[in-house]
């Protein structure tokens, strides 16, 4: 090869194999994802919510919204979604599936300009990833989170000072209703932008009013909503100091545990901020492909803001915690899209700096990967028996119902969100032939023959006194009584032994 041709392309030699073993492990991370999308497992409780609250008419389900703890905007999408495919398991969970299988596109667009091998690697990274994988396969708002984060970033890495970047806002704003954790995320992009534009007044004045559209649903949702009596440490989310967050965080990117994996991981950030930063600084901005903007210089800078946008995210978040924690290994999703573009970048530049460390490097990240593959198939083999066998329950109730009065337990008649999760699949698999009523323990009398629906219920103590009283016994179980995600069914009279 020429000198020439050396200098325009000095990573031919191992491209097109990294190029092969990404697309290959991006085949994989799809595949596991896909593997369980057409088994319909009973849905858990925040699905069920979900679920339930998108079949509403739209002042109920905000009225539903309202005493949840998230934006609207998944609910809105989802009630859309539903209109068109229905409400069985399949049809709400491949509306997650999609949106994480196109996440990968605003993922490939950010690193492109380095190759297409090194959008491969980021795109593998991100389909291999665990949560990849496990929220794919489930009805909530996270797939959709992540998708929003991966468009935000790639918008965010687009910036330009001749362009108005109407869309980064936009992006960023609607990612503030689809998560809160979006919302701590779009503050940060939105507030590094800022930074960088601090001298055009008229784009700090826009960046500004997207700021103030991000506020609006939150002040709507303190103000009349129930968020608030949540916040302060008064919700079941507890988080154990500043180490703790980090490590929480670093577990939903690599899947290894310990306080030690968190500060690691927090200290390589920093490394890598410092590193980049040096890099923007005294390199030598050449070309090392004919495309734009492919130069060492410039990927070293988007990768340094990057890293700085990641170590500011989950430092707010920590500040966050230490007042009201809300992290938990599901919100930190948002991470993915960021941490598999970063880690693209960084292989990029090690292949530019370092030459000889390039089959090195091939080999850790196809390792790391493959680890990541392995993970997320016992992950989603795990979803196949559910958290919580609200199907089965129910299931058990409609085959041996005969004479009986069906309950459901909740702490009040009134409960409507209880009610609707409770007799959910009561009623889809009766075909709407059992209407369970609610049973308040020590209020409610229960008659002599009775089955009682028991889901996810937080006063057990109270719970097992009233079917003491009753006389009645556990006919189902899906987990033991204590457990947070129990499931069982109770009968106040003997069934016969061959009924069971």
């Known amino acids: 090869m020429s000198e020439r041709a050396t200098q325009e392309h000095p990573l031919a030699g191992t491209a097109s194999i990294l190029g092969i073993v990404a697309a290959s492990l991006i085949f994989c991370g799809i595949a596991v994802s896909l593997s369980i999308l057409p088994v319909s497992y009973s849905y858990w409780l925040d699905e069920l919510f979900s679920v339930t609250a998108s079949r509403e008419s739209f002042g109920s389900m905000f009225s539903l919204i309202l005493t949840d703890v998230h934006p609207p905007l998944y609910q809105v999408i989802l009630r859309g979604w539903i209109g068109l495919f229905g409400a069985g398991e399949v049809a709400t969970r491949s509306l997650s599936w999609i949106a994480a299988i196109c996440t990968a596109v605003p993922v490939y667009r950010s690193c492109r300009n380095m190759g297409r091998p090194f959008a491969l690697v980021a795109v593998a990274l991100l389909c291999t990833a665990p949560l990849f994988a496990f929220y794919a396969n489930e009805a909530r708002s996270y797939a959709i989170l992540m998708l929003a984060s991966a468009i935000s970033v790639e918008r965010f890495m687009r910036m330009s000072r001749h362009s108005r970047n109407y869309s980064f806002l936009a992006s960023c704003v609607a990612m503030s209703l689809v998560h809160y954790f979006g919302l701590v995320l779009a503050w940060i992009l939105m507030g590094i932008a800022a930074l960088e534009f601090r001298r055009d007044i008229r784009r700090l004045l826009t960046i500004g009013l997207a700021l103030f559209a991000t506020l609006i649903w939150p002040c709507v949702h303190v103000a009349i909503g129930t968020v608030s009596a949540k916040a302060g440490g008064n919700f079941w989310i507890h988080v154990n100091g500043v180490v703790d967050t980090l490590s929480i965080a670093a577990f939903s990117v690599f899947p290894v545990p310990g306080h030690s994996c968190g500060i690691s991981f927090f200290l390589g950030l920093v490394a890598v901020a410092f590193g980049t930063w040096l890099a923007r600084r005294v390199g030598v901005d050449e070309p090392v492909a004919r495309a734009p903007g492919r130069s060492k210089q410039s990927v070293a ?5 990057l890293t700085v946008a990641i170590i500011a995210y989950v430092l707010s978040v920590a500040l966050i915690d230490h007042f009201t924690p809300m992290s938990t290994q599901r919100n930190y999703i948002a991470l993915v899209p960021m941490c598999s573009i970063l880690s693209a970048q960084l292989v990029y530049l090690l292949h530019v700096y370092k030459p000889a460390l390039r089959f090195p490097l091939m080999v850790i990240f196809a390792a790391l990967a493959i680890f990541d593959v392995f993970h997320s198939l016992q992950a989603v083999r795990a979803k196949r028996a559910p958290v919580a066998d609200w199907k089965g329950a129910a299931q058990f109730i409609v085959d041996h119902k005969g004479e009986s009065s ?78 947070p995600f129990s499931t069982a069914v109770f009968y106040n009279k003997q069934i016969p032994k061959g009924d069971q």
């Open 301 to 305: 800078s988007s990768a340094f803001m």
């Open 406 to 483: 069906v309950y459901y337990v909740t702490n009040s008649e009134f409960n409507k969100w209880r009610a609707l999760t409770s007799r959910f699949y009561i009623e889809r698999l009766s075909g709407g032939g059992i209407d369970a009523k609610p049973f308040v323990p020590g209020k409610t009398k229960l008659p002599n023959q009775a089955l009682i629906f028991f889901a996810q219920y937080p006063f057990v103590d109270s719970f097992e006194k009233a079917m003491i009283d009753a006389g009645a016994h556990e006919v189902f179980a899906a987990k033991p009584l204590h457990d």
